[in-house]
């Protein structure tokens, strides 16, 4: 019994740790979130990350009769709405920090790190009156939905995936926007530059994120990212900041030079030799993609992978010509851990579904503070070697808070039944005593540490 009690409290200061090794007080004054008035921010970050492992909204949770606590509702929008506070600073200190004195001690110099690049649908389906609130197309669901397209930059080394940096975007398109944005903010703040980002097309955040990563101390050799944003215009553009870059591509009137021509991708795949019997690379060849200012040829190669889910084929580019047609694919595949990422945050760390803010800031900051979450997850799964998943390391957490639920519970029992005792005759309540101290003696190590409560002596 002592034993299982003990594996599963063997996280229980999971995210205590987390806060003091990442030294979150420091990254969140760094960051321009600071104690105006009333609780410490820190408190208040430690309250709202730790709200999802236990199970309640905030509404159930402040209103729970077990539940005391200094921070209020007002405490925590007033945290979150805050106009000044540095969110995209926060989470590079973070991720930068981790990647750094943690990741990369475990990870050969020899592997290649990339940054990985997607959108995905923040979904405020049921809003009217959220700020910046635009119609968005779901390419899943083949719809238009209400919502903001999540652009959001990661790291990875091929074992461990890092958020490093988002942005939640709206439509750059005034007539697709359904709720304007607020007139009253002052423009040197950080909250209005998040809103001015929020109106600005993809790709050009995209260049931004990358540059900011960079200027942040996180390196990566290559920048992976699917069909949507493979334009010459923006991958030249990234060449610009010496960031290498694989992506997929998909068959438009794009043009490439090939052998003196410019042709485009169907007519590129056509001109080529296949290789044969049932190769899983048909062909490969290196094309000319644009020019530099001064006229210097931008090359590229492009490799053309066998569709097991139909008989067409599928064309991945590299700016990095020396890469072999193999090493092409195997980088490629990492960009399937920012899928993982955004199941696990929509699926586990209640990203969109927390809060309902109409707040652009309280958006930009809940959606940082899930990333937060991710990431310790993912920290624990890596350097503890520990072979469960992020989905269920994060159920472990959710029975650890309620295990400690049920020590505060009995340890406030035993205190009020030790107050009982002092009026009970001294000729029975020393046996009592004697009772409950070998009660106390037989429970867990662990849990006696979470109880903290005084022996029954007389």
């Not at 004054?29 to 999802?52: A, E």
């Not at 461990?160 to 007539?175: A, G, Q």
């Not at 490629?332 to 969109?352: G, H, M, P």
Request: aromatic residues 10%; contains cysteine.
């Amino acid at each position: 019994m002592k034993q299982i009690i003990s594996d599963v409290l063997s996280c229980q200061h999971q995210i205590d740790s987390f806060f003091v090794n990442q030294r979150i007080a420091l990254l969140l004054k760094q960051s321009n979130i600071i104690k105006k008035f009333g609780v410490s921010p820190v408190i208040v970050m430690r309250f709202i990350f730790s709200l999802v492992f236990t199970g309640k909204n905030l509404f159930r949770y402040l209103k729970a009769s077990e539940t005391v606590s200094d921070i209020g509702k007002d405490t925590v929008y007033r945290f979150l709405n805050s106009t000044t506070a540095n969110w995209r600073k926060f989470l590079h200190l973070l991720s930068s920090s981790v990647i750094s004195e943690q990741i990369q001690p475990l990870t050969s110099s020899k592997t290649p790190k990339v940054f990985i690049v997607d959108d995905s649908l923040y979904d405020r389906n049921r809003s009217k009156k959220v700020e910046l609130l635009s119609r968005i197309h779901d390419h899943n669901a083949k719809r238009f939905m209400c919502g903001f397209r999540m652009l959001t930059l990661g790291w990875s080394d091929g074992i461990t995936y890092l958020p490093v940096s988002f942005s939640l975007l709206s439509s750059s398109k005034e007539k697709n926007r359904l709720f304007p944005m607020r007139k009253d903010i002052d423009k040197r703040t950080n909250g209005f530059k998040r809103r001015a980002e929020s109106i600005r097309k993809s790709t050009q955040v995209l260049i931004e994120l990358v540059a900011q990563a960079k200027a942040a101390d996180i390196v990566a050799e290559y920048l992976l990212f699917d069909s949507w944003f493979s334009f010459p215009a923006t991958i030249i553009r990234l060449l610009e900041e010496k960031v290498h870059v694989i992506c997929m591509l998909k068959a438009m009137k794009t043009t490439y030079g090939y052998q003196g021509e410019q042709m485009t991708l169907n007519e590129l795949y056509k001109s080529l030799r296949k290789r044969t019997g049932r190769a899983k690379i048909l062909a490969s060849c290196v094309v000319t993609l644009g020019s530099t200012v001064d006229g210097t040829a931008i090359m590229s190669k492009i490799v053309f992978v066998r569709d097991r889910s139909s008989r067409n084929w599928l064309a991945l580019l590299s700016t990095d010509v020396s890469l072999a047609d193999e090493e092409i694919i195997k980088l490629y595949k990492r960009r399937w851990d920012i899928e993982v990422f955004f199941k696990i945050t929509k699926s586990f760390l209640n990203l969109a579904k927390e809060f309902q803010s109409r707040s652009y800031d309280a958006l930009v900051a809940h959606t940082t503070i899930v990333f937060a979450r991710y990431i310790m997850l993912a920290v624990s799964q890596r350097t503890t070697k520990d072979p469960r998943t992020l989905g269920s390391l994060f159920f472990a957490g959710c029975d650890e808070l309620r295990q400690v639920s049920f020590a505060e519970a009995l340890s406030l029992l035993l205190g009020f039944f030790k107050q009982i005792l002092m009026e009970v005759p001294m000729s029975i309540a020393g046996r009592i005593h004697s009772l409950l101290d070998s009660f106390v003696a037989e429970i867990p190590a662990a849990l006696q540490r979470m109880l903290m409560i005084p022996a029954f002596k007389n």
